[in-house]
């Protein structure tokens, strides 16, 4: 009984470092990192990569922080309700993102990934208004697709977070099945969409 306890504590400690590593904007960093270094790898990728780390992860980290710390939630924000008023922060954060980094001539992978971003969350906001989804499983499934899309088939490899995403959450109990199958349809869909109507294949 002592062994089957620690197995499971195991299991919910594998679990929580899954959710975390895989959180979107944390998720974002080497993406964004991996597509600006191999598009710029003998340019100003490290400038390229701040900018957007900036956008798609640190000012959404601090926004939902703030709102996090002012309401007194889970860091996960299990609620649905909960999620709204951090969401139109994100979408904001990317909007400007989209701005600059267009700007500034980044790589237009870069660019239309930070569009993705925008138009999934976008996406995600509207749903949320009636209907929990994965964030985690949308915000794995996107940037896996933008992956795919620079190294070809190898990049599948980055996909093989998306199984283990699915586990995570199950096993934590935040979401349904049907919640994380919609949440990794609709990034893989909506970002190969996306980035096929902006770049083309």
């Not at 096993?171 to 990794?184: D, V």
């Amino acid at each position: 009984m002592k062994l089957f306890k620690h197995d499971a504590s195991s299991q919910e400690n594998f679990a929580n470092l899954i959710s975390w590593i895989t959180n979107p904007p944390f998720l974002a960093i080497p993406v964004f990192i991996i597509i600006n270094y191999i598009l710029l790898y003998n340019g100003n990728w490290l400038w390229f990569s701040g900018v957007s780390i900036f956008f798609v992860s640190i000012l959404p980290i601090i926004t939902s922080f703030v709102w996090i710390k002012k309401k007194n939630l889970e860091a996960d924000m299990p609620r649905r309700e909960d999620r709204i008023y951090p969401l139109l922060l994100v979408i904001l954060s990317y909007v400007i993102g989209v701005l600059v980094l267009y700007t500034l001539g980044a790589p237009q992978l870069t660019t239309v990934l930070m569009i993705c971003y925008l138009n999934n969350t976008l996406t995600l906001f509207f749903i949320s208004l009636y209907w929990k989804i994965s964030i985690h499983a949308m915000g794995t499934a996107g940037p896996a697709t933008a992956i795919i899309y620079l190294f070809g088939w190898p990049g599948v490899i980055f996909s093989l977070l998306v199984p283990l995403v699915i586990w995570s959450r199950l096993h934590l109990n935040r979401h349904t099945p049907t919640q994380l199958i919609m949440g990794t349809i609709l990034g893989y869909l909506l970002t190969s969409l996306q980035i096929y109507l902006l770049i083309g294949f």
